[in-house]
């Protein structure tokens, strides 16, 4: 059983289309976020919900949106896409905080690439 | 923000060598997770290691808390132990997210 998976694995789209990204996450956490891996590897938080509601969003552009719809969905919805959003996103999920274990997993990432 | 940095960069050993990963980090944390990049780009979960010393295997993680550094050990590596090495922490003044270091790029010969 995935703990974490997001759909598509591959999205290849062209400048200024509106794509999705869904997260789904069957380990009962509260907490889930979206990190952004750039091409050097980098990886950073873009946000972070936990129970449904917004805790972080990391300075990213408006044209990024995320919808919890309950505990175990994150989904990405980006609009106008641009060049330089072409990335790896990872959605992950974790314990709340205060916890003793807040062990963070993570799906297996889209790749996506703007044309 | 909590300050994390990884060495070396890059390292490169011959199948069956050991190695040593460190992870130094700004702040008192709360979590610490060791992951590993594989070359098809999922990552995977090593240790969750806020204090003290864990084994797996071949792999052994230690962090010492009070002195702000992890490490991560690698004994007779293997070709499938390529990859990136991350350390990532949560600390008490960066809640709800994991703040990640530039990674270890591990390339292991046959």
């Known amino acids: 059983d995935t703990a974490v998976s997001q759909t598509p694995k591959y999205l290849v789209t062209q400048m200024g289309n509106d794509k999705s990204i869904k997260c789904e996450q069957n380990?009962?956490?509260?907490?889930m976020y979206w990190y952004k891996q750039d091409s050097k590897k980098f990886l950073k938080i873009m946000f972070s919900y936990n129970n449904k509601e917004l805790i972080i969003n990391e300075t990213v552009p408006n044209r990024f949106s995320p919808k919890s719809p309950d505990k175990a969905h994150l989904n990405l919805h980006i609009n106008s896409l641009e060049l330089g959003d072409s990335a790896v996103y990872f959605c992950a999920s974790s314990p709340v905080l205060g916890q003793d274990n807040t062990e963070a997993f993570f799906g297996q990432g889209t790749r996506l690439t703007v044309v | 923000g909590i300050q994390v940095e990884q060495s070396p960069p890059d390292l490169i050993l011959q199948e069956g060598a050991n190695s040593t990963l460190r992870c130094n980090f700004s702040?008192?944390?709360?979590?610490l997770q060791w992951f590993h990049q594989n070359p098809w780009g999922q990552l995977i979960n090593l240790f969750y290691i806020p204090s003290g010393t864990k084994q797996n295997g071949r792999l052994s993680a230690t962090t010492v808390a009070t002195e702000r550094y992890s490490l991560l050990y690698i004994s007779s590596s293997q070709t499938t132990d390529s990859g990136v090495y991350f350390c990532a922490v949560e600390s008490g003044g960066s809640n709800y997210k994991l703040t990640f270091g530039k990674g270890t790029l591990l390339t292991v010969n046959p």
């Open positions: 702040d008192s944390v709360n979590n």
């Open positions: 380990l009962g956490h509260d907490t």
